[in-house]
């Protein structure tokens, strides 16, 4: 079966600090993987997503950026953190298109 | 860009009212699926709809699809505690989902 994974769970950086998430997906081939990040009671704002290998499409123009260095490997990068970065990162993958996405557990980043 | 509205945004109810919630698309959707995000949790799948005019129900959820494949709606009979949390809609197609902001249900016992 299929797993996803996202680490850290929880974050607290300083701000004009790095940033790294990665996400994993097990158990599934050239998945699209996708970059939400959610505000505190708020909804999903799509960040970045990936059909393949090295290509990624953004969504939102910022201090953040991603990569896909591996089939199933999906990075969240920012060289400086900004205060209004905190929130709920998801990744999910699915499939393709048309059919359901599934989400990591989140990281929850607080920048202070 | 296809847009997503959802509506209400918030609804509180007592324990053992319905419950619904209402999505429209500004462009026919290829299909349309529902999560649900418990507090503290990240989003869940709950159904996909295809089909003009679907309806699918699950135990006491009802999911509708419009006529015209731009709305869709989700009812929930007899609320329980259980059902607290975030109910998303998202519009599917060969981009990405376009997820509505969701409505956030709390049941009070």
């Known amino acids: 079966s299929q797993t996803i994974h996202q680490w850290p769970a929880t974050l607290v950086q300083p701000v004009g600090s790095p940033l790294s998430l990665e996400c994993t997906v097990e158990?599934?081939?050239?998945?699209?993987l996708y970059w939400y990040r959610q505000a505190a009671g708020r909804g999903l704002q799509l960040l970045f997503y990936s059909v393949g290998i090295g290509q990624i499409s953004s969504e939102v123009p910022q201090n953040l950026s991603a990569s896909r260095p591996q089939d199933r490997q999906f990075i969240l990068s920012s060289k400086k953190l900004l205060l209004s970065d905190s929130g709920f990162y998801l990744c999910?993958?699915?499939?393709?298109?048309?059919?359901?996405?599934?989400f990591g557990p989140g990281t929850r980043l607080t920048v202070t | 860009g296809q847009q997503v509205m959802q509506i209400p945004q918030y609804q509180h109810v007592q324990e053992g009212e319905d419950f619904t919630t209402y999505c429209n698309s500004s462009?026919?959707?290829?299909?349309i699926q529902w999560y649900k995000q418990r507090p503290g949790g990240h989003p869940v799948f709950l159904i996909q709809l295809v089909k003009s005019g679907e309806v699918k129900k699950q135990k006491r959820l009802t999911f509708q699809f419009g006529e015209a494949k731009k709305n869709s709606s989700l009812h929930i009979t007899a609320t329980q505690t259980t059902d607290v949390g975030t109910y998303f809609c998202a519009g599917a197609g060969n981009t990405p989902l376009v997820f509505g902001k969701g409505t956030r249900l709390s049941v009070i016992a």
């Open positions: 462009t026919t959707l290829s299909n």
């Open positions: 999910a993958w699915r499939p393709g298109p048309g059919t359901e996405q599934y």
């Open positions: 158990g599934t081939s050239n998945p699209n």
